[in-house]
């Protein structure tokens, strides 16, 4: 079955960069792009953006244009989101998901707690 | 950005009763193209990662129960779960993925 696991949760502090790995299995992963979101606590859900693991395209949501990365990882189902200039405000759970280029996502990760303080 | 506003932000529904969460969008999502909706709901229960319901306005995802469904075209949408079941209480949110894809900030549904 489809299946999206994150890395571990983050504690970083103000200024600080951070990695966020996604690893996927149960499906082609060169068929579907993978997209992020984030969703602080008792608050709504935040799209990030995507990334199309076989061309490495991506597309931003433009809040976080010039402080994020989505690359394609280093095993060859894998995917990341670098974050740099961290704030408090960017304190929230990050999930990766995988999804067609229409744009729903269909299976989640179980999520990555990022907390920064 | 389109911007996407759920109401209400949160309801209380008897069990077996039905229940209606609305979608508004800033700008149409209908594709003349197409004439698809790209608006998809999404249900989270407390603790978990969000579950697609819908696709599409109206299409459901495969394993949903038929209870769901999703209506509506251009700005206006509704997802209406009949025959409300105890593990139906969760947040509902809305997706627009015409542009860059926002949500909705979300409804929570609880038992009344």
């Known amino acids: 079955q489809v299946q999206l696991v994150q890395s571990g949760a983050e504690v970083k502090t103000p200024g600080a960069s951070v990695k966020i790995s996604c690893e996927a299995s149960?499906?082609?992963?060169?068929?579907?792009?993978i997209k992020w979101v984030r969703q602080a606590t008792g608050q709504g859900l935040e799209y990030i953006g995507w990334?199309?693991?076989?061309?490495?395209?991506?597309v931003y949501a433009q809040k976080f244009e010039g402080r994020i990365t989505m690359t394609r990882g280093t095993s060859e189902s894998s995917s990341s989101l670098e974050m740099s200039g961290l704030k408090a405000e960017d304190t929230a759970v990050y999930y990766c998901?995988?999804?067609?280029?229409?744009?729903?996502?269909?299976?989640w990760g179980q999520g990555t707690l990022l907390t920064v303080s | 950005d389109i911007v996407m506003t759920q109401s209400p932000d949160s309801l209380a529904v008897s069990l077996g009763e039905r229940a209606t969460i609305h979608c508004k969008s800033s700008?149409?999502?209908?594709?003349?193209?197409?004439?698809?909706?790209?608006l998809a709901w999404y249900q989270q229960k407390a603790g978990q990662p969000p579950r697609l319901l819908i696709y599409?306005?109206?299409t459901r995802q495969s394993g949903v129960p038929d209870r769901f469904s999703g209506s509506g075209s251009a700005t206006d949408f509704t997802l209406t779960i009949n025959s409300l079941q105890a593990e139906d209480v969760a947040l509902y949110s809305c997706?627009?993925?015409?542009?860059?894809?926002?949500f909705g900030q979300g409804t929570r549904l609880d038992l009344k």
């Open positions: 998901g995988r999804g067609p280029r229409s744009g729903w996502i269909d299976s």
């Open positions: 149960g499906y082609s992963f060169s068929g579907y792009d």
């Open positions: 990334v199309n693991p076989p061309s490495g395209t991506t």
């Open positions: 700008q149409s999502v209908l594709s003349i193209s197409n004439n698809r909706n790209y």
């Open positions: 599409w306005a109206s």
């Open positions: 997706q627009q993925y015409y542009g860059t894809p926002t």
